[in-house]
């Protein structure tokens, strides 16, 4: 069995030591600058390990460590940030006003035109030729509004 040089310690020298501990400090530094640098690009770090944690792995394994780097950012997904709308936000503006009350085509289709009082459909009616009534037991009265410009009855 060789016997172990003066001034080293388990086979490495003094050089070897500073020229690891100084690689392992550059590892480190290397790796938390491209965290953050992935996180402000991205939204999340490489494999959501925090900045801290790359540091912390290149001091356990500095060679190792640099290769997780690599692959974390390749196979790492952004996270979807949230879409904002361009341009200024749409305020809805008033409702739109009802119809005013007249004679519309009829939304039973039963007669030629039906009377809107101007929120509800009537039971007056008009065949063409006389007004009559249709009560709303017959029908919907609940038929939505009149399209505007039907004909008024006749006489």
């Given at each position: 069995?060789?016997?172990?040089?003066?001034?080293?310690?388990?086979?490495?020298?003094?050089?070897?030591?500073?020229?690891?501990?100084?690689?392992?400090?550059?590892?480190?530094?290397?790796?938390?600058?491209?965290?953050?640098?992935?996180?402000?690009?991205?939204?999340?770090?490489?494999?959501?390990?925090?900045?801290?944690?790359?540091?912390?792995?290149?001091?356990?394994?500095?060679?190792?460590?640099?290769?997780?780097?690599?692959?974390?950012?390749?196979t790492?997904?952004?996270r979807?940030?949230?879409?904002?709308?361009?341009?200024p936000?749409?305020?809805?503006?008033?409702?739109?006003?009802?119809?005013?009350?007249g004679?519309?085509?009829?939304p039973?289709?039963?007669?030629?035109?039906?009377?809107w009082?101007?929120?509800?459909?009537?039971?007056?009616?008009?065949?063409?030729?006389?007004?009559?009534?249709?009560?709303?037991?017959?029908?919907?009265?609940?038929?939505?509004?009149?399209?505007?410009?039907?004909?008024p009855?006749?006489?």
């Open positions: 069995m060789a016997p172990i040089a003066t001034g080293t310690l388990d086979g490495f020298s003094a050089g070897d030591w500073a020229l690891l501990v100084g690689f392992t400090v550059v590892a480190a530094i290397v790796a938390y600058r491209v965290a953050i640098r992935f996180r402000l690009r991205a939204g999340t770090p490489p494999w959501r390990i925090p900045p801290g944690g790359w540091v912390a792995i290149m001091v356990l394994s500095p060679l190792i460590g640099l290769v997780l780097l690599a692959i974390a950012v390749r790492t997904r952004p979807s940030l949230p879409v904002v709308p361009a341009g936000p749409v305020v809805p503006g008033p409702p739109a006003p009802l119809p005013l009350a004679w519309y085509p009829d039973s289709g039963r007669f030629l035109t039906r009377y009082d101007g929120r509800y459909w009537s039971d007056q009616v008009h065949d063409g030729v006389t007004v009559s009534s249709d009560p709303p037991s017959s029908w919907s009265s609940s038929a939505g509004q009149p399209a505007p410009g039907g004909p009855p006749a006489g």
